[in-house]
């Protein structure tokens, strides 16, 4: 377990919009929580490589899914994500939002 913190959050978030390699991304288990979710939507809305996220465990919420779900109404790459763990209720509004995504876990 990593505590990245706001500030970790933001770097890399900054890390993530440039990359043009990394596919597979395993943040799970970092406390990333709501604001963190915000830094890395904003980064998932610019990167065109990442195929596979996994977030799991991280005390995002309905608050956070609400960042990461606008993120990938924009994002036609990502194909993989897991919010598994994070206390997201049953949102209709994020439900629809991840219908293009392969595969999703929360």
């Given amino acids: 377990m990593n505590d990245t913190g ?10 993530i919009k440039v990359n043009t390699v990394l596919t597979n991304l395993d943040l799970s288990v970092n406390d990333i929580g709501n604001s963190g979710a915000g830094f890395l ?3 998932i809305k610019i990167n065109a490589v990442l195929t596979n996220l996994d977030l799991s465990v991280n005390g995002n919420g309905d608050s956070g899914a609400g960042f990461l779900s606008d993120a990938i109404k924009v994002n036609t790459v990502l194909t993989h994500l897991n919010l598994s763990w994070n206390g997201i209720g049953d949102s209709l509004v994020l439900v629809s939002s991840l219908m293009p995504l392969k595969s999703i876990a929360y």
Avoid at 6 to 15: M, P, R, V, W
């Fill in 41 to 43: 939507s904003d980064a």
């Fill in 6 to 15: 706001d500030s970790g959050d933001g770097f890399l978030s900054d890390a």
